[in-house]
């Protein structure tokens, strides 16, 4: 089946601090992969993503790159800023169920000042 | 603006009566979706809708009913809400191309069922 794995949190990191949040999948197939963020009171909005093995999507400073031999799409940030303070979910979508995506359960990150 | 509306945003009810809450985008998407989020669990996909008189259940369909009467509205009910339905409920909505497959969500409606 389709499914995603994230790293639990909460995450709490002092500004300017190196950010990693793993994620793994499995997969049928081969799937689109996403990280969206939500930010306090909000809805989520897409943050970055990567259509196929080997891409790197970007935004915001955040990268992650399709890694297809270690099923990963790990999140990465080089320095964060206390407005980065989100909770971070990954996603995967695959073209047997189009306009669907399958998540994972969040990561709360804290940034302090 | 592209985007998709989910009213009401915040709503107290109580157990056993109906609600409807209501979601409408405005990008023609072919696909609309809606998920709950719980605390511990991240995003669970209730029922989907591929297209007008299309849905199918997601992961967590019990309690819940659809209607995709029009391409721009998806409509969730809750016929006898529980407690156990209080909730934020998101709904999405998705071209449902492959290459791009990006969701966009609402706002949210923070539902409470005492």
């Known amino acids: 089946g389709n499914s995603v794995t994230q790293m639990e949190g909460p995450v709490t990191l002092s500004e300017e601090a190196f950010l990693t949040i793993n994620c793994t999948y499995t997969a049928t197939g081969y799937p689109s992969l996403f990280w969206y963020v939500q930010y306090p009171g909000e809805g989520l909005q897409l943050l970055l993503k990567?259509?196929?093995?080997?891409d790197k999507g970007s935004n915001k400073g955040f990268e992650a790159t399709y890694r297809k031999e270690t099923t990963s799409f790990h999140l990465e940030k080089g320095s964060v800023q206390v407005s980065d303070s989100a909770v971070y979910f990954c996603a995967l979508g695959v073209s047997s169920t189009l306009g669907r995506l399958y998540f994972g359960r969040g990561t709360q990150l804290t940034v302090w000042p | 603006e592209a985007q998709v509306t989910q009213n009401p945003r915040y709503l107290i009810t109580v157990t056993g009566k109906k609600l409807t809450v209501t979601c409408s985008q405005n990008m023609n998407h072919e696909y609309m979706s809606w998920y709950r989020q719980d605390p511990g669990l991240g995003l669970r996909q209730i029922y989907y809708s591929m297209n007008v008189e299309v849905t199918d259940k997601g992961d967590v369909p019990e309690g819940y009913k659809v209607s995709r009467k029009e391409k721009r509205n998806f409509p969730l009910i809750l016929e006898s809400p529980s407690p156990n339905q209080t909730s934020l409920y998101f709904c999405?909505?998705?071209?449902?191309?492959?290459?791009?497959?990006?969701?966009?969500f609402g706002e949210g409606s923070r539902l409470t069922v005492l």
């Open positions: 999405a909505s998705s071209s449902g191309h492959q290459n791009t497959g990006e969701l966009f």
């Open positions: 990567a259509t196929k093995a080997d």
